[in-house]
């Protein structure tokens, strides 16, 4: 089960035809740890969200869409 911020991130890297591992070794992470942010397994730190908004996020809209999931998913 995905949280509201893991849908989001899922679906913004699908849209962006980038996989789990491009995307977690392009941030800094394995992908077993980014899968389990996506799931809710893992807590999302301040550091790890700026990564992931400055990885995916094309403009503000898009950013301020990822920070409001990842609060909801707390």
């Known amino acids: ?17 980038i996989n789990l591992k491009c995307m977690a ?3 800094g992470m394995t992908s077993s740890y980014l ?3 996506e799931t809710g397994k893992r807590a ?5 969200l700026d990564n992931i908004v ?4 094309k403009n503000d809209e898009e950013s301020i869409r990822l920070r409001e ?3 909801d998913s707390q």
């Open 25 to 27: 070794e392009s941030i």
């Open 1 to 17: 089960m995905l949280t509201p911020f893991g849908k989001i991130v899922r679906i913004m890297r699908m849209d962006l035809g």
């Open 35 to 37: 899968s389990s942010i």
């Open 44 to 48: 999302i730190t301040p550091q790890i």
């Open 69 to 71: 999931a990842a609060r």
């Open 54 to 57: 400055s990885y995916l996020a």
